[in-house]
């Protein structure tokens, strides 16, 4: 992560390299050896570890940046009630690029004027979880606007899943990274949003330490990065 001023690292998780030092930071096996002193979990693990972590940080009163994918809705909606009830924030998004987030603004944006829409989500054959996060987070905050109409009933499996109410069709190939694309549809017109992600992780940089900088001053879930960056959802 790259330097600044006003944060410091003061440890870091990593079972093969338990015992060493990474920038002056000591190295743990586990979370919960590595919270004490620490103001904010930042958490880029796995889908089927990150919500133990999440709730590790919440009850030791550490506020929790999320950037890990996998988390249901039904996950969030307990972490939240959980945060809420310790008095501490988690900040959460599927992609922590700021041109993520200004897609997903525009996307938010779209679906008051626009009623139907599908999510394309695309992301490399080995990627496990489907949707991605990126995907996920989209269909859930669109399904927070309203559902969109169907003219065609989604019973059939090539309908892809639905996810919030939308459509969300998962593509998994060699070459992608994560790509994520909404579909807006009108009489006789179109608008397509996308977002394509790099192979490296500088794109996500600027979020995460906007994040990690907000999650102490809030109290509960915040999902989105867009929220920090236009100013929504000001809970504190």
Do not use: C
């Not at 939240?80 to 993520?100: K, L, Q, Y």
């Not at 394309?120 to 949707?131: E, G, L, N, Q, V």
């Not at 169907?150 to 090539?158: E, G, L, R, S």
């Not at 915040?222 to 960056?229: A, F, K, N, Q, V």
């Amino acid at each position: 992560m790259s330097t600044s001023e006003d944060l410091a690292l003061r440890s870091a998780v990593s079972r093969s390299a338990a015992g060493s030092e990474i920038g002056g930071a000591p190295v743990f096996a586990s979370v919960a050896e590595a919270l004490d002193g620490v103001d904010v979990l930042i958490d880029y693990t796995a889908h089927d570890v990150v919500k133990g972590h999440v709730m590790a940080a919440i009850e030791r009163g550490v506020a929790v940046v999320v950037g890990s994918s996998g988390l249901s809705a039904a996950d969030y909606e307990e972490i939240d009630a959980a945060a809420r009830a310790r008095g501490v924030g988690v900040i959460a998004a599927g992609n922590f690029s700021v041109t993520a987030a200004m897609a997903q603004a525009a996307a938010l944006l779209a679906a008051r004027h626009l009623d139907r829409w599908e999510v394309i989500d695309y992301a490399s054959a080995a990627k496990p979880d489907a949707p991605s996060g990126t995907s996920r987070e989209l269909a859930e905050r669109l399904g927070e606007v309203r559902r969109p109409a169907v003219d065609v009933p989604a019973t059939q499996p090539a309908r892809g899943e639905e996810v919030g109410g939308s459509r969300v069709h998962s593509v998994r190939l060699p070459s992608f990274t994560v790509s994520t694309e909404v579909i807006f549809a009108a009489p006789d017109e179109r608008l397509s949003i996308r977002h394509d992600a790099g192979s490296s992780a500088a794109p996500y940089v600027a979020g995460t330490l906007l994040a990690a900088r907000a999650a102490p001053r809030r109290v509960g879930l915040t999902r989105g990065l867009d929220t920090l960056l236009l100013g929504r959802d000001a809970t504190a």
